[in-house]
């Protein structure tokens, strides 16, 4: 197993509906003793604890909410530093995540994109709508959660451009796994670059 750098603490899922951000994410959790903080839980919770944002029948219909209630939800879960699944998921979400982190000098150290082609995810996710009854698995839904994702994934990763790392996230568990632990085993320039910083990463 690669060993990743010790301070490892900032750091974001970013991949397409059933490319495995949210199984990847506990496993590095327990890796790098960092909560995994997934966008998605944290709404599908609140839907089910009443609603009090109004959500359902965006997240049922696999729209994106609006930023400002995800940037509330989240925001609880962000002082001690998280492998973030699924937020931020455009470039305004990202320049919020940014502002509040630079706020006490952290700031995203790494990016792990998980690659997956439309239709292994879309097979994936049907699967599983078989197993489990999420509101948002039925296949328009998942066309238009993948649709979107792709809209707003590419200036999203350009956004971060310098701290994102390629992970091929089709294959078995195992093989993400490892492949997840090879990229995390050193940091990416750019991270590098603002960690010596004087501000940088506390
Ligand atoms: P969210 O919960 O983030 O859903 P998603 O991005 O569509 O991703 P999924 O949870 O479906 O997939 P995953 O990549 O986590 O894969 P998983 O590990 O589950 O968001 C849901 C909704 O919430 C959004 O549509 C939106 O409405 C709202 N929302 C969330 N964040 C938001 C934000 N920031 N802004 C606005 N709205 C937001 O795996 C999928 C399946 O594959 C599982 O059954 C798993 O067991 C299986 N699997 C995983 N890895 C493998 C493998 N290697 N081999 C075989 N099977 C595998």
Redo the contacts with the bound molecule.
Sequence with gaps: MATPPPVLKHLLLV??????????GPHLSDLLSVPHI????L??ASVDTGDPHHINE??SR????P?RV?AQVVAEYLANGFIL??????VR?ADELDRVLAADGRQIQLVLE?VMPDDVASA??S??AR??S?S??NPDTVAA?LV??RREAVPLLAHYADRVRRVS?S???D??FQRAERALSSLPKGARAQQAAPSADG
Excluded: I
Aim: hydrophobic share 25%; charged share 30%.
């Design positions: 991949g397409p509906p059933g490319s495995g951000k949210g199984t990847l997934s966008s998605g839980q709404l599908r965006q997240v696999g729209h994106l909410v930023d995800v699944d699924g937020y931020p998921r455009n979400q998980l994936r996710l699967r599983r197993m489990e999420r948002d698995d959660r979107t994702y996230a294959g078995d568990l093989e993400v």
